[in-house]
């Protein structure tokens, strides 16, 4: 860290945000209400069409498609309701089809966070009739899409630029989950891993403040009780349970990878088939259809068998039922192409393990296993530990458990980003070729000043030079051979006795001024007499902005309280900023070395040294001209 003395630095700020903020935060609470309207909206149409397909009525109340009673006819129904959720995809939207968080990604990054208008209709119908007719999907992807649809929509109306569409956009998806499981804090969660790719006040407000408000209002429309109740633990976990948890999670790794790779897998053998994408659903469909048949309860959402498990039920034959019928009937649909979400149907199967490894495990609650590795699946497979932690908190409101979910998510998250290149989530964007990093660091052009890399040493004219001092410039550098023309230097300044910028040459007009017929001629009428500049405390990332905006290489740097030049900054010296970000990842050194004994003189004196080194860096009033400046401008010179 610098210490920064001069008046300039009152531009530079801890955070980029400004009144618009403000503004994005109102029309969030409006995405806010949206993203839970339309949560309750979807809900009930699931509610209706599983009414409609398996028991013949009309009703929009809670029905379970895994206690029907119709027994080998039940098979056709996934196979109808992919038929017509294909004819939707061909005719109404393709942007339906799959399970709505790439969609979401791939909109805020590669679209402009523009979704068209019909999406917000046609994917919750075509979400309902798949999960209604039996598909074992969620109901929170397509929620999450459906409440980014709401929010871009929104964000359209307005004129706003692409980075607010987004914000909107993403405050939409979180105020859907936050809806959908009535989980406002692992909604704002989930935006920050996995859709706002940044972490600045700009987005973040407005987002929480979305995820509260159709938090808030879901209380009102469907209740305040959690979403799957759950004994409190009031007992301490012991200590020995927690590498058991590691354990879990590393389990729960390995899961979500063959879940990962299912999904992969069924989608090439989907797109290998003969005839068009249309008719992957329903075929998809018979899969599960025949699943249903064997283990009726994977159909659907399968919240009743989520409760079970947390209720405590051990039966072996619910993990077969879990891990195998629910694993082969998920993956193969999703593979298909249809429409639906993936949250629930992990954590059904994450549960399904966890009801496994309770029987060999230390009993710690009633459904603890379960809700571990739930949570440690969802962690692995999509890449957001932290969400997949507190969402398991507030699903059950059960925070005794707090400690091994932190460690089985960590364990399962650790394990997938090492042994895969890409998640569940990413695989289809990066088969269209869009390549993303899930990782959030500073960037170094915003921790780099100007004044750490201009050029402090460099040639510069009087603003009453003459072509005929431009014509000895030539003769020197011509004297000089391929050395001169190889100089870093490309822009030349013109500057008044006191120092200040007067313009801006560059190398091929001082060229051409030097081979000028009038010798006399002024050198400033053909300055660029109101360059762009930067100050020597901007950033980096200023410096390059203005260079990309200007379409030039070279700036000179300018103090703005009084206008001096300071020196040159080149494109090349943004790359400096670049190579320091890379030798803090790469160069490793020993900082200390133990010696006996350990607080001798010779350890005190190091210490002192390097607590001297504060003084000794830190710059002196205006003087930007250093030794280490100078020797390293003359040796590039020489």
């Given at each position: 860290m610098t210490k920064q003395k001069n008046a300039e630095d009152s531009s530079l700020r801890d955070y980029s945000a400004d009144s618009r903020m403000v503004m994005l935060s109102g029309l969030a609470v409006i995405a806010g209400a949206a993203g839970a309207g339309l949560s309750w909206v979807l809900l009930r149409l699931i509610f209706l069409a599983t009414n409609a397909?398996?028991?013949?009525?009309?009703?929009?109340?809670?029905?379970?498609?895994?206690?029907?009673?119709?027994?080998w006819k039940a098979v056709f129904l996934p196979v109808i309701g992919g038929l017509v959720v294909g004819l939707f995809a061909r005719y109404g939207s393709d942007r339906i089809r799959g399970h709505g968080m790439p969609e979401a990604i791939e909109a805020v990054l590669?679209?402009?966070?523009?979704?068209?208008?019909?999406?917000?209709?046609?994917?919750?119908?075509?979400?309902?009739?798949?999960?209604?007719?039996?598909?074992?999907?969620?109901?929170?992807?397509?929620?999450?899409?459906?409440?980014?649809?709401?929010?871009?929509?929104?964000?359209?109306?307005?004129?706003?630029?692409?980075?607010?569409?987004?914000?909107?956009?993403?405050?939409?998806?979180?105020?859907?989950?936050?809806?959908?499981?009535l989980a406002p804090l692992s909604a704002i969660l989930l935006a920050v891993e996995l859709l706002l790719f940044e972490w600045r006040p700009r987005s973040l407000v407005p987002v929480a403040v979305a995820s509260v408000t159709a938090a808030a209002l879901r209380r009102l429309l469907l209740g305040s009780f959690p979403v799957f109740p759950m004994a409190v633990t009031t007992v301490t976990i012991p200590e020995k349970t927690m590498p058991l948890a590691i354990v879990a999670g590393l389990l729960a790794g390995l899961l979500a990878i063959v879940l990962t790779k299912g999904v992969h897998f069924f989608e090439e053998m989907f797109e290998?088939?003969?005839?068009?994408?249309m008719w992957w659903p329903a075929v998809g469909g018979i899969g599960i259809g025949l699943g249903g048949l064997i283990y009726p309860p994977a159909l659907g959402v399968g919240y009743p068998v989520i409760q079970r498990m947390l209720n405590g039920e051990m039966a072996w034959g619910m993990v077969f039922g879990v891990l195998v019928v629910k694993s082969l009937m998920w993956t193969s649909s999703l593979g298909s192409g249809t429409s639906g979400g993936i949250l629930a149907p992990q954590l059904m199967i994450g549960g399904?393990?966890?009801?496994?490894?309770?029987?060999?495990?230390?009993?710690?609650?009633?459904?603890?296993?379960?809700?571990?590795?739930?949570?440690?699946?969802?962690?692995?497979?999509?890449?957001?530990?932290?969400?997949?932690?507190?969402?398991?908190?507030?699903?059950?409101?059960?925070?005794?458990?707090?400690?091994?979910?932190?460690?089985?998510?960590?364990?399962?998250?650790?394990?997938?980003?090492?042994?895969?290149?890409?998640?569940?989530?990413?695989e289809r964007l990066a088969k269209r070729g869009y390549h993303l990093v899930r990782e959030y660091s500073v960037?170094?052009?915003?921790?780099?000043?100007?004044?750490?890399?201009?050029?402090?040493?460099?040639?510069?004219?009087?603003?009453?030079?003459?072509?005929?001092?431009?014509?000895?410039?030539?003769?020197?550098?011509?004297?000089?051979?391929?050395?001169?023309?190889?100089?870093?230097?490309?822009?030349?300044?013109?500057?008044?006795?006191?120092?200040?910028?007067?313009?801006?040459?560059?190398?091929?007009?001082?060229?051409?001024?030097?081979?000028?017929?009038?010798?006399?001629?002024s050198l400033l009428t053909e300055a660029v007499k109101t360059p762009v500049y930067v100050a020597p405390y901007d950033t980096l990332r200023v410096a390059v902005t203005e260079m990309g905006k200007n379409n030039v290489t070279a700036l000179p740097v300018v103090r703005t309280s009084d206008g001096k030049l300071m020196g040159l900054i080149q494109i090349a010296d943004l790359l400096q900023a670049r190579t320091k970000a890379g030798l803090r990842e790469t160069e490793r050194e020993r900082v200390m070395r133990p010696r006996w004994p350990f607080a001798g003189s010779r350890q005190a004196e190091a210490v002192a040294g390097i607590a001297e080194l504060d003084g000794d860096l830190a710059p002196g009033g205006d003087n930007l001209i250093t030794n280490r400046g100078f020797r390293e401008t003359e040796n590039q010179s020489n």
């Open positions: 397909f398996y028991y013949h009525r009309w009703s929009a109340a809670f029905a379970d498609p895994g206690a029907n009673t119709l027994g590669m679209r402009g966070a523009k979704i068209s208008p019909r999406i917000t209709v046609i994917k919750p119908v075509a979400t309902a009739i798949a999960i209604g007719s039996g598909g074992p999907f969620g109901a929170e992807g397509p929620i999450i899409m459906t409440g980014g649809a709401a929010g871009s929509l929104l964000a359209q109306l307005f004129r706003m630029s692409d980075a607010e569409r987004s914000t909107l956009l993403v405050a939409g998806a979180a105020a859907g989950m936050s809806a959908t499981f290998k088939l003969p005839f068009h994408w399904g393990l966890g009801v496994a490894l309770a029987h060999f495990f230390p009993v710690l609650v009633p459904g603890a296993w379960p809700l571990i590795c739930m949570a440690a699946v969802l962690a692995g497979s999509i890449g957001v530990p932290l969400t997949a932690a507190v969402l398991a908190v507030e699903l059950t409101h059960n925070s005794g458990l707090s400690l091994p979910l932190l460690l089985a998510c960590m364990s399962a998250y650790g394990l997938n980003v090492l042994l895969q290149k890409r998640s569940i989530l990413t960037d170094p052009m915003e921790t780099t000043t100007v004044r750490e890399v201009m050029h402090t040493s460099l040639f510069a004219l009087p603003e009453n030079a003459t072509h005929k001092d431009a014509a000895a410039w030539f003769a020197s550098m011509q004297a000089r051979g391929s050395k001169g023309w190889s100089h870093w230097q490309r822009l030349f300044p013109l500057v008044d006795a006191e120092g200040k910028l007067a313009g801006v040459l560059t190398r091929g007009k001082l060229i051409e001024a030097a081979q000028h017929i009038d010798a006399e001629g």
